[in-house]
């Protein structure tokens, strides 16, 4: 199946610093990528569909002006986390859709497990 | 609204068979995704139903039912390495998928 990458894997950092997360569709193009959010033992939250050349969608309840996302090119979206809080500490979690697969179907990147202190 | 239910925990043994039912109501129907995620890890993909019936794949099978809004993932010679929680998603007119919370699976010995 298709490859999805994503870094940092693990970051820790201080609160009020802004932390910028990657996702890379490796051997297909992704012009729709999708950014969740996952507390522990909770399921998969959609935050925003991110386009490829134009403005993310977010969800409802999901602030545009502290979670940055920029979605330049056909494989890379970034997901900016500014000025962190201790309770944006989560496991961040990517997925690109490969329009090509005979499922349509979201390959999802590692995640990143991201703690604010 | 749109909505998926699925069982929060279940516990099986080694080498037995488990069916995790998910129930769906939502805006359009593009197909049920079944996907399994270790903790810790991201969700990794399972199978795929658009049509009513059962889909086959070693050891893991899936069933649709449209008209029910209904769907199971059936896990056959269960091994430890199966202990994980399945996420039932839909997938809705636009293309968006509609997330289940999630079924635990314990597998005991």
């Known amino acids: 199946g298709a490859v999805v990458s994503q870094h940092p894997s693990r970051v820790i950092c201080k609160s009020g610093t802004s932390v910028k997360i990657e996702c890379r569709s490796l051997?297909?193009?992704?012009?729709?990528m999708f950014w969740y959010r996952q507390f522990p033992k909770k399921s998969l939250m959609l935050m925003a569909t991110?386009?490829?050349?134009?403005?993310?969608?977010?969800e409802q309840g999901v602030e545009k002006d502290k979670f940055l996302i920029n979605h330049a090119s056909l494989t890379l979206s970034t997901l900016t986390v500014t000025s962190a809080h201790p309770e944006d500490s989560s496991f961040y979690i990517c997925?690109?859709?490969?329009?090509?697969?005979?499922?349509?179907?979201?390959?999802f990147g590692p995640g990143t497990r991201l703690t604010v202190l | 609204g749109q909505n998926i239910d699925q069982p929060t925990e279940m516990t099986a043994t080694e080498g037995a068979i488990v069916q995790i039912n998910c129930t769906y109501q939502?805006?359009?129907?593009?197909?049920l995704f079944w996907y399994q995620q270790h903790a810790g890890e991201a969700p990794t993909f399972l199978s795929y139903?658009?049509l009513d019936g059962l889909e086959e794949k070693g050891r893991f099978s899936s069933f649709l039912s449209r008209s029910k809004g209904y769907s199971y993932l059936l896990l056959k010679e269960l091994q430890m390495k199966d202990s994980a929680s399945y996420l039932c998603?839909?997938?809705?007119?636009?293309?968006?998928?509609?997330w289940g919370a999630g079924t635990k699976l314990i597998i005991k010995p």
């Open positions: 991110s386009n490829e050349g134009s403005k993310a969608t977010y």
């Open positions: 139903n658009v």
């Open positions: 998603a839909v997938m809705d007119s636009n293309y968006q998928l509609i």
């Open positions: 997925s690109a859709r490969d329009t090509t697969s005979a499922y349509n179907e979201q390959f």
């Open positions: 939502t805006s359009g129907f593009n197909g």
């Open positions: 051997d297909f193009q992704a012009t729709t």
